[in-house]
């Protein structure tokens, strides 16, 4: 949670604007290729016609023949890219040859209404042609970059008043896609929200950006309206039909294919003018050619119209908390995977590659999602976010697993020593009343010897045989205990060993697949061999199949398995059960589920009183009556809560204890 509330306070603060804005650029970037608009076409003002017409800038009686030559063939509008706000004098002709020239641009401009001018209205302004400002057929030029220095949005309308509502000077690209789809019955409006052109049941919304957006994602900017632009991609060099003033002079070309209801543009492309810009269609090209500004008005235009006649998707944002929805729960289901597979004592080396595989598989849904978003509903979901979040969640929760393994096994270290201990104390016990049986008959032998010296003289061979005869029992029996004690020394030693090399070295050595039936039951065989019992008692195993071959830490089954034998064993003691028709019994029930093992150890002894049933795990607290140090429940039920496995106790002098262990299985 800290972690996902500190990513999107440092994507609030915009400190990711510029990566988010890489991958907006990459979705053009991998999209697929259009077929170029041609209902656009540019005219442009470019080196050969400088070359040409021997004008560094076209003036105004090029400009004018130029007009003419073009609405001859009567294009829907005519957008004019440069700025005419003084007259442009020709050198090759004279001064009334000039004045002349510019009073017919001047006409020319006054009576056609389908040409549209510019003036640049954001500072520093440029004043726009006299005549056309008078006729209010001028538009901005403006162009929005962001702090990278790339045009990814337009505007609406550049200003707005004291009121918050726009002026009445659009931007270019609007005008011109507007005044050619008014030719066909589209209408428009201001409303709240940003710009609406429609026609009968359909429409398009130009947003007001971005008064519901974060600052990270756009710059904010209440005194503007713009909308992100869905940049045309070709296949070919140029994205629309061009051609030169020169070659339009010329006559060339078939003109009336050019221009007849089309929107036509004039522009400079010179490589000098200064007009050229970066977008997202160069920033992962080759080539990292700049978009010069008349054909930046004509993907405008182009988005607009292809919006509102072909269906195609204008670019629009995805709500922030879509975006801080596919932050969250990446991250909360690798948190979960993680708990999940620590909580089943599986190996770091396995949760770290099973968390990047997920963290991998997220990231391409992320990509997946984005990209059908964008290019099918034209909705732009920022993954920039969450794709920061997986990679710091797999770092932070990996080496959080890492510090808590290291608890963990240190903790279970513990429990292992006081197992040692708990086992080793018992043993001693044995082996030191062994030999004190071994010395009490060799102090009886010799007692017997020294009683009986003057036997020695007639018969000594036949006594000593028949004294050692009538202790050599006791002693093989007590050598038998000790012999046991060593053994079960040994054991806790390689136990002890095998998770001390698990632990710290750089294999696992005791996870491993076992037939966890078939060591069960090896092992109360081996108990039963080594404990000294003088009443006779059944263990009824019921085996499950599906336990044969599991991953798991076969100590934790092994300690568990003897310290609940070794308790049945004592409650079933014939001693503390008066019936005469008891008979010792123990049942054990192993049980595979499919997150778990299960095992059930049921004895028909005398039970545990019940108020020792609530204390019995703690340690110290024995019901053996003096002859338990109260460890070995104690210890198993610290090893189930290690394991994050579960512990349940039922019992009463009727019918017995039942013991039910269920640990997670390790995959």
């Known amino acids: 949670m800290y972690l996902s509330f500190s990513i999107i306070t440092i994507h609030q603060f915009g400190m990711i604007h510029n990566i988010e804005l890489a991958n907006y650029d990459l979705l053009f970037y991998i999209q697929q290729q259009e077929p170029i608009d041609r209902r656009i076409t540019l005219i442009e003002w470019d080196e050969n016609s400088i070359n040409t017409l021997q004008e560094s800038i076209i003036s105004d009686n090029t400009l004018n023949l130029l007009l003419n030559k073009v609405l001859r063939h009567n294009p829907i509008t005519l957008g004019l890219d440069l700025y005419r706000d003084i007259p442009v004098p020709s050198f090759k002709l004279d001064r009334e040859a000039n004045i002349q020239a510019y009073n017919s641009l001047s006409r020319t401009f006054m009576n056609n209404s389908n040409i549209i001018g510019i003036q640049k209205i954001v500072f520093p302004k440029i004043e726009p042609t006299p005549v056309l400002a008078k006729n209010g057929?001028?538009?901005?030029?403006?162009?929005?970059?962001?702090?990278?220095?790339?045009?990814?949005?337009?505007?609406?309308?550049?200003?707005?008043?004291?009121?918050?509502?726009?002026?009445?000077?659009?931007?270019?690209?609007?005008?011109?896609?507007?005044?050619?789809?008014?030719?066909?019955?589209?209408?428009?409006?201001?409303?709240?929200?940003?710009?609406?052109?429609?026609?009968?049941?359909?429409?398009?919304?130009?947003?007001?950006?971005?008064?519901?957006?974060?600052?990270?994602?756009?710059?904010?900017?209440?005194?503007?309206?713009?909308?992100?632009?869905?940049?045309?991609?070709?296949?070919?060099?140029?994205?629309?039909?061009?051609?030169?003033?020169?070659?339009?002079?010329?006559?060339?070309?078939?003109?009336?294919?050019?221009?007849?209801?089309?929107?036509?543009?004039?522009?400079?492309?010179?490589?000098?003018?200064g007009d050229t810009h970066r977008t997202p269609l160069d920033r992962f090209s080759t080539r990292e050619e700049l978009m010069n500004g008349v054909e930046i008005v004509a993907q405008v235009s182009s988005s607009i119209i292809s919006a509102a006649l072909d269906d195609r998707n204008l670019i629009h944002p995805a709500p922030l908390w879509v975006e801080y929805a596919l932050l969250i729960l990446p991250m909360f289901s690798i948190a979960k995977k993680c708990e999940d597979f620590f909580n089943s004592n599986g190996s770091l080396s396995q949760l770290r590659l099973r968390t990047f595989i997920y963290g991998i598989l997220y990231i391409a849904v992320l990509c997946i999602i984005c990209l059908v978003s964008f290019q099918n509903f034209g909705i732009w979901i920022s993954i920039t976010p969450s794709i920061i979040g997986i990679i710091l969640s797999w770092i932070c929760f990996n080496t959080f697993s890492q510090s808590q393994k290291e608890k963990r096994d240190f903790h279970y270290l513990k429990l292992l020593m006081k197992d040692f201990k708990h086992n080793i104390r018992g043993v001693s016990r044995q082996i030191a009343s062994a030999n004190r049986g071994i010395h009490r008959n060799n102090k009886a032998i010799a007692s017997k010897i020294n009683d009986n010296l003057s036997l020695f003289e007639n018969s000594e061979i036949e006594f000593l045989d028949n004294l050692l005869r009538q202790n050599i029992d006791s002693i093989t029996t007590r050598n038998q205990a000790i012999d046991a004690g060593i053994i079960r020394i040994n054991r806790y030693q390689e136990r002890t060993a095998n998770f001390l090399n698990y632990t710290y070295s750089s294999f696992i050595h005791n996870i491993e697949v076992h037939d966890l039936n078939f060591k069960i039951n090896e092992f109360i065989n081996q108990f039963i061999s080594e404990q000294r019992i003088d009443y006779t008692y059944s263990i009824e195993p019921n085996y499950d199949e599906l336990v044969i071959a599991q991953k798991v830490h076969i100590d934790d089954w092994l300690i568990i398995v003897e310290n609940l034998i070794s308790n049945a064993v004592y409650a079933i003691n014939p001693?503390?059960?008066?019936?005469?028709?008891?008979?010792?019994?123990?049942?054990?029930?192993?049980?595979?589920?499919?997150?778990?093992?299960?095992?059930?150890?049921?004895?028909?002894?005398?039970?545990?009183?019940?108020?020792?049933?609530?204390?019995?795990?703690?340690?110290?607290?024995?019901?053996?009556?003096?002859?338990?140090?109260?460890?070995?429940?104690?210890?198993?039920?610290?090893?189930?809560?290690?394991?994050?496995?579960?512990?349940?106790?039922?019992?009463?002098?009727?019918?017995?204890?039942?013991?039910?262990?269920?640990?997670?299985?390790?995959?």
């Not at 005008?175 to 066909?184: F, I, V």
């Not at 299960?598 to 028909?604: A, P, Q």
């Open 137 to 273: 057929r001028v538009a901005a030029s403006d162009l929005y970059q962001d702090l990278d220095v790339r045009v990814r949005k337009a505007y609406t309308f550049p200003n707005i008043d004291v009121d918050g509502n726009p002026t009445e000077i659009p931007y270019i690209g609007v005008a011109l896609a507007y005044q050619y789809l008014a030719k066909d019955g589209w209408l428009a409006d201001n409303i709240i929200d940003g710009l609406n052109i429609h026609k009968d049941n359909k429409s398009i919304v130009l947003g007001k950006f971005p008064t519901k957006l974060s600052a990270s994602k756009f710059v904010k900017d209440d005194s503007q309206w713009k909308f992100l632009l869905n940049w045309r991609k070709t296949k070919l060099d140029d994205n629309f039909q061009s051609i030169s003033v020169a070659e339009i002079l010329k006559e060339s070309k078939n003109l009336d294919n050019l221009f007849s209801d089309r929107l036509v543009i004039i522009g400079n492309v010179t490589s000098y003018n």
């Open 575 to 667: 001693e503390l059960n008066q019936s005469k028709s008891f008979e010792p019994k123990i049942k054990l029930k192993t049980i595979n589920t499919p997150k778990n093992i299960k095992l059930i150890v049921e004895d028909n002894g005398m039970g545990i009183p019940e108020e020792l049933q609530q204390k019995i795990f703690f340690p110290f607290v024995s019901f053996k009556e003096g002859r338990g140090d109260g460890m070995g429940l104690h210890l198993v039920s610290q090893i189930i809560n290690c394991r994050k496995g579960k512990l349940t106790l039922e019992s009463n002098s009727m019918t017995g204890t039942i013991f039910m262990i269920s640990l997670p299985k390790i995959y």
